[in-house]
């Protein structure tokens, strides 16, 4: 960009086009950025991948003073400072991981005005040294990412930041800016009265991500329908698989190992080095899989992740959004791939009654459960239910997630309910599915004469149905709350809700389990073609040449090569083909620090694949 140019353009978008090599700004980010440079504070609530970091960073660069970031996610700060020094930005971070002297390095940089962004966690930040430093310097603004983690509603709630309050009180004239994925409304007030934001603008972008793809599997032998997942849709990308317990998390790497994929395990259990190592692999080397219980992910910003695989349910529509919106961050097509069958529902159920938190917690928790289920059992588009639950409205179907590509056939179930109740009752609500499945096919065991209940009325009347198709029902039937669980034993028993429906005054539909794997390879399919190999034989190659000296740049820097540039640049390189500098300067994510340091080798690469 010429600097007649630069006089025309306002200071946030000449600074978006020279630092990030981006064109324009994406929803609300001009908005929060203008509220910033005026002084205001702002709460943004954004998706995953909404493009929450320009909203402060470019205020950093603009606003005098360094701005302070306050991230719970100190693994990270390496990578987000890395990511800024690409772009040309003088960005630090202080944590536990610097010495002494390094720290006292960057005190200085921040005392001279060398720094425009300075990263730090929140008991950092609080530490009376910090706020003495910080009294002593002009400061541009402070941002506090994952806000959420205030609030105890959210799921990852950090005592250190109920301290943040005070910023408030002790830098009044600096702006401050509260950044989260997580919406609800119990989370949002949280932040607003605790991190004392009552005078915050609030900005609410849509939560959607339409290029995720949902798919939610009635579960049956997870492992092998993850497997065929894969193979249909995921040959050599990187993705995550999440498990709820460490062993699962063990068992499901080892295995996918075995089959052949790259995959490393991930869990509160290992060795924070083993951890870590296994988090730098995946984040530096492609197509690695990482298999994992949800202590990872939190602030994962690695871009190209092209699914999202959960083996056994989340703790709530929030958490899940928050998991599958880990994926495609590049706005390139994801997958978010769910199974789920009725031992999730039946352990879910009771892990809320078992647990020790107080009704009113216990009444939140049911109550996440039940929209949880809602929408796994949905036969609607599934992504009106999720942003139905955010409070958006979604007027038609997206015509991108299971329901809406595989329309889900209903039946009428009055019947089977009844059945299915009435063999709960009969046998002395003291049994589970399988034992009452059994009952209802007339399968008789020793077990059973034992009791008698092979003489019992519903002995032998459900032969119409299969096994599976039983467990199906039943699954519904605790899922729509129409069955209760015990705690204890995970037996099933009626509740208010059962009677209207034996007495036949309420009608039943249940979703009809599709049989075959239904996802997305149509669509991912077609996308494939263009976002990956490409046609034409020399994009092919200019794009295998782009990729070898992007990974040379990375491994000489020790970086990951996304810190260098996105696929969705090399992808415009290999479109457009500039063979100027000037017309290199277009190219998406190429800003001028890049142009710099990296434009000569790849219009030399450009030139020769002419
Ligand atoms: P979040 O923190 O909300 O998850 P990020 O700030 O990491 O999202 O941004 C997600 C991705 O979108 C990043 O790769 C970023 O470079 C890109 N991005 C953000 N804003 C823009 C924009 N205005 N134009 C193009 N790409 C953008
Ligand atoms: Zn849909």
């Known amino acids: 960009m010429c600097d007649t140019e630069r ?4 200071p946030s978008l000449a600074v978006l086009r020279q630092y990030f090599g981006f064109e324009s700004f994406r929803g609300f980010q001009k908005p929060i950025i203008d509220h910033l440079l005026a002084g205001g504070d702002a709460i943004a609530l954004m998706p995953t991948g909404g493009g929450k970091s320009l909203c402060y960073q470019i205020p950093a660069l603009l606003r005098p003073g360094v701005a302070i970031v306050v ?10 400072v890395d990511a800024l020094w690409q772009n040309g930005i003088r960005a630090a971070y202080i944590n536990s991981t610097l010495s002494a002297a390094q720290v006292w390095t960057v005190v200085q940089q921040a005392r001279d005005g060398q720094l425009d962004l300075l990263y730090m966690a929140p008991e950092r930040l609080l530490m009376e040294g910090t706020l003495a430093l910080l009294s002593q310097i002009p400061l541009a603004l402070f941002a506090i990412d994952e806000a959420h983690c205030v609030s105890q509603w959210g799921h990852d709630f950090r005592p250190e930041y109920l301290g943040l309050s005070c910023l408030q009180e002790r830098f009044p004239q600096v702006p401050r800016i509260a950044l ?10 949280d932040m607003i009265k605790l991190l004392h934001l009552q005078s915050a603008k609030l900005f609410v972008a849509s939560f959607d991500r339409p290029n995720i793809h ?3 599997v009635a579960k049956k032998e997870a492992k092998n329908q993850l497997k065929r997942f894969l193979e249909a849709e995921h040959p050599g990308d990187a993705g995550i698989v999440y498990c709820l317990s460490r062993s699962r998390v063990e068992e499901v790497a080892q295995w996918l190992n075995e089959c052949g994929w790259r995959a490393l395990p991930y869990h509160a259990g290992l060795d924070k080095g083993v951890r870590q190592r296994h988090q730098a692999i995946f984040l530096r080397e492609e197509g690695v899989i990482m298999v994992a219980t949800i202590a990872f992910g939190m602030g994962i910003d690695k871009p190209d992740v092209r699914f999202v695989a959960h083996l056994d349910l989340p703790k709530s529509l929030e958490a899940y959004c928050q998991e599958t919106g880990r994926a495609g961050r590049d706005g390139l097509p994801a997958n978010a791939f769910l199974t789920y069958g009725y031992e999730d529902v039946i352990k879910l159920r009771q892990f809320v009654a078992n647990s020790l938190m107080e009704e009113p917690l216990k009444r939140v928790a049911r109550r996440q459960l039940d929209l949880l289920l809602g929408y796994c059992e949905t036969t609607r588009c599934r992504r009106q239910v999720l942003l139905h639950h955010f409070g958006e409205v979604y007027p038609d179907p997206c015509g991108n997630c299971d329901t809406c590509l595989a329309p889900v056939a209903t039946w009428d179930g009055l019947v089977a309910a009844q059945k299915a109740m009435s063999c709960v009752y009969r046998t002395g609500q003291r049994f ?3 034992y009452l499945i059994d009952v209802l096919l007339g399968k008789e065991s020793e077990r059973m004469v034992s009791f008698g209940h092979h003489t019992v009325s519903t002995f032998g009347i459900g032969r119409e149905l299969t096994a599976q198709q039983w467990q199906s029902v039943y699954r519904q039937l605790v899922a729509a709350d129409l069955l209760a669980v015990d705690a204890e034993q995970g037996s099933l028993r009626l509740t208010a809700r059962s009677r209207p429906v034996l007495r036949g005054e309420q009608a039943i539909r249940f979703r009809q389990d599709p049989k075959a794997l239904v996802t997305s ?6 996308v494939r073609k263009d976002s990956e190999p490409f046609a034409e034989p020399k994009a092919q190659r200019l794009w295998e040449l782009l990729r070898g000296l992007r990974q040379e740049i990375a491994q000489k820097q020790g970086l990951p090569a996304f810190l260098i540039f996105h696929d969705a640049t090399l992808r415009a390189l290999v479109e457009t083909r500039p063979l100027t500098e000037e017309a290199l300067a277009e190219v998406h994510g190429i800003g001028k620090r890049k142009l710099q340091a990296y434009g000569k080798q790849i219009l030399e690469l450009l ?4």
Request: hydrophobic share 35%; charged share 20%.
């Open 607 to 610: 030139r020769e694949g002419e």
């Open 180 to 189: 989260t994925a997580t919406a609800n409304g119990a989370t949002r007030a």
């Open 7 to 10: 006089q025309t353009v306002e």
């Open 432 to 434: 589970g599915a399988s």
């Open 71 to 80: 991230s719970p996610l100190i693994a990270l700060m390496q990578d987000q």
């Open 521 to 526: 390879v149509a669509k991912t399919r077609r």
């Open 214 to 216: 949902y798919t939610v």
